[in-house]
């Protein structure tokens, strides 16, 4: 490595420990989103997996609050630390595919300034540990096409296997890895090979606890994330929400640097063969089976974030390698330019719309209800409720309420979500002591009791209500009612309507 690699090099780790410092104070700052708080309860009962999810993104919170406690910034920290592994995978990555420090620097840069990297590493998500292993996965996909040796395929199978531990949505890995081996002549020997059947039993190993889980909880995880495939009815409109919201996610300079590099690569104008294949099948082979789910349902956007690495590694292509027109590179180079003070800026600016509602005036925007801001003094209003009253175990109706409730509420409080189980059965429940007593059941105003829940009790009454503020913005106003004299079980313990 010459000088001027070397400082290139440097000057990359620099910009990408600048962002996590960045995304470090964000999540100092910014309150849990409800799926946040959800997940790390889950963290304080590792499993092989849960009703929504595998278990790596309990697993990465519990490594976070080891260190930094059960505090906002503790369910981050390790999820944005992963940042660091991820660049160095996707620069490696990068710079073997298309041979140079240039387009491996800005691919680095680029997946890092998109808000699906910065926000997907700050918001601890299943999307945010997938994101990190299929980064991996490219690399290690990449020093097989490099070296043309067979235990790279164990790398590979463990990457892999990490990404099955992070979410489903890895299982189209394999077929896309297996295209990539078809299309390529010089690949196609790794079908006689035992390196590529290793490597596909050490995925499955590490995804085995997730099989076991699902083998003793009647296959409630697989049917409830793979029967999103099945089509019960066309509504092609959500195919014109697609490419809007992955412009946003993959910040607007960002987005036409990979669009131009996609079309580059698949023009045969950068790149050997091997390599531009292996960037459209990971690509590609996630983004069609997308497509053809928002035929008949909505794809939220976060479920792109497997497909980021490559798209990174394309968008670099195109501004780095390719030729371009007179016109067309003057785009590139504006886009080159300011894709990274575009995407920072982006960045800030959410932060700072989801803490304040500044920017909106304080009205409503996507972020008001998802993330907790205002739990922290809506939470002390329901410990005065609750300890005033005498219960001695909190309720609510759904997982997000019940995260907030037990996150926010001094530790220790009894919280239980009164229905949906399946989605406790790997945490303890509720002492019999605690659940004979009095209860404080907190729900939305406008989500009325459910009747059969009423009449399980001798005696039911609002003893209060509390709202949720962000400045002058009602979010949420919520119902406290006191429940006494179960008749009954005090859970709805009615199976999920995956097992009805």
Known sequence: MNANEARLARNTALAVCALVVLRLAAAAWTPLTFDEAYYWMW??????????????????????????????????????????????????????????????????????????????????????????????????????????????????????????????????????????????????????????????????????????????????????????????????????????TQFAFATPLVFILGVMGLYALYRRRAGAMPARVLVNTMFWTIVVYFTWHALHARVEANWFAPVYPAFAVAAAVAAIQVQWAPREQRTIDFCRRWAAPTGVVLFALLIVQANTGILSGYRRDATVRSVGVGWQELASEIEAVRARSGASCVLSPDYGTTGWLAFYLPKGTCVAQQGQRIRWVNMPEPSPAQLAGKLLYVHEVEQAMPASMRDNFAHVETVAEAKRMRGPLVIETYALDLLDGAKGDVFDRSPPPELQ
């Open 43 to 244: 963290s304080k009962a590792l499993a092989g997996g849960y009703y929504d999810h595998p278990p790596m993104v309990a697993v990465v919170i519990r490594l976070g609050t080891m260190i930094a406690g059960d505090t906002p910034f503790g369910v981050r920290l390790a999820s944005i630390l992963l940042a660091l592994p991820m660049s160095w995978a996707i620069y490696r990555a990068a710079e073997i595919l298309f041979g140079g420090q240039r387009i491996a620097a800005s691919a680095t840069i680029l997946l890092n300034v998109t808000l699906m990297a910065a926000v997907g590493t700050l918001i601890v998500t299943p999307d945010a540990p997938l994101l990190v292993a299929a980064s991996f996965l490219l690399y290690s996909l990449a020093k097989v096409l490099e070296s043309g040796r067979g235990a790279w395929w164990l790398a590979v199978g463990v990457s892999a296997g990490l990404a099955l531990l992070s979410k489903y949505t890895a299982l189209f890995f394999g077929p896309a890895i297996l295209i990539w081996l078809a299309v390529v002549p010089k690949l196609r020997r790794w079908y006689l090979s035992p390196w590529l059947y290793l490597g596909g039993l050490v995925a499955a190993g590490l995804f085995a606890p997730v099989i076991l889980w699902n083998a003793d909880h009647h296959w409630v995880s697989f049917i409830k994330q793979m029967g999103r495939a099945r089509i019960e009815d066309f509504r092609p409109n959500y195919i014109a929400e697609l490419i809007p």
